[in-house]
């Protein structure tokens, strides 16, 4: 969908061609954005149905303000670039899901922002500068509960009639994918009702880690009750997310972290360390349970309660969908930043 850049107000770049957790929110939030706002992406891979300007175009546009608003290093870099060297009237605007300290470039760049946006409270305690807390939000009616999950299962092939537990996101050790086999591994034996599933993509990198985790579990004679499957090759996870009954979340480290809240969002409770932004979307006792990072006692407990208690988890997950429905919905995360925009253009 390319639009001329002389007829954006807002320009939200995405510098990089694989997809992401920063791809996937600049591509869920602009085409909402747009229904209020003249706002368009710009990178090297956008797809078709995403408002859109041509990369070239950023050079050649009007000198009339806008707002740019990038989420990575080098996206500020090119804010900064084309505010300075080519003089371009931006708005610069930054927002941060970083859970660490920022080198000193990165420090650099950020002071040159505009405003900046944390999606964390904990992501903005990193920061040297004044910072808005917006909680990234999911699309409330793709992800919601299924009318029929088993007849749901029978169209992916997952077992029905089972209890399934799901771990969904790229295979890694920061995401703690050894920690939710090891814990299945515990829990799987005296409980022949539970299947574990674990979905996600494989980079190069950590193609050992996964097959240590593959054959781990063929080690223990579980491999039909623990299943192993790639992403979703049309990035459509709500569909396995409205096909659980539980769902684990057991990451060492996070920016921010979405899963919890699609499951939630399906009416899935959870089981959740703390990291990334999961104190802040979990309520315990409530709609999951949190335990601390890379405690695997306190999370098999957690899990233990929650497969054993079909009662707790009936109660929890109509908990789960009516708190994410209320609360947590992308078009709250859009009306906050379009809000922030709309103050940049104003200003003086």
Not at 102 to 108: F, Q, V
Not at 192 to 202: F, K, L, T
């Amino acid at each position: 969908m390319p639009h001329p850049a002389d007829s954006i107000d807002v320009i939200a770049p995405n510098f990089k061609a694989r997809m992401s957790g920063v791809t996937s929110t600049v591509f869920r939030l602009v085409p909402i954005q747009a229904r209020e706002m003249r706002i368009a992406s710009s990178g090297p891979k956008i797809p078709e149905d995403i408002p859109q300007i041509p990369v070239s175009s950023l050079v050649t546009m009007s000198r009339r303000r806008r707002v740019w608003h990038a989420r990575r290093n080098n996206e500020m870099l090119a804010g900064i670039a084309l505010r300075r060297l080519l003089g371009k009237d931006l708005k610069l605007m930054f927002t941060s899901a970083a859970q660490r300290d920022h080198k000193a470039l990165t420090k650099w760049m950020i002071r040159r922002m505009d405003r900046v946006v944390a999606t964390s409270a904990r992501s903005a305690a990193f920061l040297e500068v004044p910072a808005q807390v917006i909680h990234h939000g999911i699309d409330a009616e793709r992800f919601a509960p299924h009318p029929d999950k088993d007849a749901l299962r029978r169209d992916l092939g997952l077992p029905e009639g089972k209890v399934l537990v799901g771990c969904f996101g790229r295979i890694r050790p920061q995401k703690g994918n050894d920690l939710f086999i090891d814990m299945m591994l515990r829990l799987l034996p005296g409980r022949p009702d539970v299947v574990a599933v674990m979905m996600g993509g494989v980079t190069d990198q950590f193609r050992d880690f996964h097959k240590g985790l593959v054959d781990k579990v063929a080690a223990a004679g579980l491999q039909e009750r623990v299943l192993f499957l790639p992403e979703d090759p049309h990035w459509d996870v709500s569909r396995w997310f409205k096909a659980l009954d539980l769902y684990v979340a057991p990451q060492r480290w996070e920016g921010f972290g979405l899963t919890p809240l699609e499951a939630m969002a399906c009416a899935v409770p959870v089981v959740a360390t703390r990291a990334g932004a999961f104190e802040e979307l979990v309520q315990d006792g409530q709609t999951g349970t949190l335990v601390e990072i890379e405690d695997l006692d306190a999370m098999t407990e957690a899990t233990a309660r929650l497969l054993d208690d079909a009662a707790l988890r009936a109660d929890w997950s109509a908990k789960a969908r009516a708190h994410s429905a209320a609360h947590c919905r992308i078009e709250q995360e859009a009306e906050a930043l379009c809000r922030i925009y709309r103050e940049l253009l104003d200003e003086a």
